[in-house]
Every structure is written in structure tokens, then in C-alpha cells.
């Protein structure tokens, strides 16, 4: 006897029960593939994510796009970082002599990505970047 009786959204138990075991399934089979996900950045590696014309000398910019900062500390030099905030993951929002997050007030050296003011403890993660132009092109983590 076929089994006839739906739930409030109209669906039959048998339909609903096969749809949730084949969401289950395909959530298992995601999480077997093991290892962490991407990070952002990851996505952005080898691509222009700005412009040396929007990051002033002696200070910075904020990509929200590519979460990611991209410092000038001296003439020519850029630098990038995660834009995540070590302590909250804050994105960081003010860039001038210090990279800063004002969710609770830690500060970033601008060459380095080190926290100067807590409560963030660890430093920015790192980037490696090169200038082609005006183009500020993503190239990986630093120091791989």
C-alpha cells in the first residue's frame, strides 16, 4: 500500500525522508574530503586585487573584495595581509600608520602585520605581492 500521507510543506514522508538521506549523504561525502576549506585569499592568487593608486605611502587600504590589506610603508614597497583580525576576526577597517580594527581596538604594524595593541596577540597572516603597473596582483602566502 503506498504511503500517502504528506507534511505540512506537501511533500510524502517517503519523498522528505529520501531528500533529507540524500542531503546527509552528500554532507558526509564534503566532509570525508577532509583538510580545512580555502581560505579567501586562496581564490584571489595569480589576480589583480587593486590598485597602487588607492594605497598611499605610509599607510594603507582595505580590499574588502579579497580580504585582504595592502600596505605601502616606504616608497614602492607593498605589502599585504589577511584582513581578518587575529583576536575576532574583525575585519580591519582604518589604515594610516597602523592597521587597525575598531571591534576592540588592535593594532597592526603596517611592514610587518604584527600587533602592536591587544587584545590581538598573533600577526596578520602574510602575503606575497607584485606590482604590474598599477595592478597589485596576489601571488600567494608569504614566504612559500
Do not use: W
Amino acid at each position: 500500500m503506498a504511503d500517502n500521507r504528506t507534511c505540512g510543506c506537501g511533500m510524502s514522508r517517503r519523498r522528505l525522508l529520501g531528500t533529507a538521506g540524500t542531503a546527509a549523504a552528500a554532507v558526509t561525502a564534503v566532509s570525508a574530503c577532509g583538510g580545512e576549506a580555502p581560505k579567501p585569499q586562496e581564490v584571489r592568487y595569480g589576480h589583480v586585487v587593486g590598485q597602487t593608486t588607492d594605497v598611499p605611502e605610509g599607510a594603507g587600504a582595505v580590499f574588502s573584495n579579497s580580504k585582504l590589506v595592502v600596505t605601502q610603508p616606504g616608497p614602492g614597497d607593498y605589502r599585504a595581509f589577511s584582513a581578518a583580525c587575529t583576536h575576532g576576526g574583525c575585519t580591519v577597517q582604518e589604515v594610516d600608520d597602523v592597521i587597525r580594527c575598531l571591534c576592540h581596538g588592535s593594532e597592526f604594524d603596517i611592514s610587518t602585520g604584527e600587533a602592536l595593541r591587544g587584545p590581538a596577540q598573533e600577526p596578520l597572516e602574510e602575503f606575497t605581492v607584485t606590482v604590474d603597473g598599477t595592478d597589485i596582483v596576489l601571488e600567494g602566502p608569504a614566504g612559500a
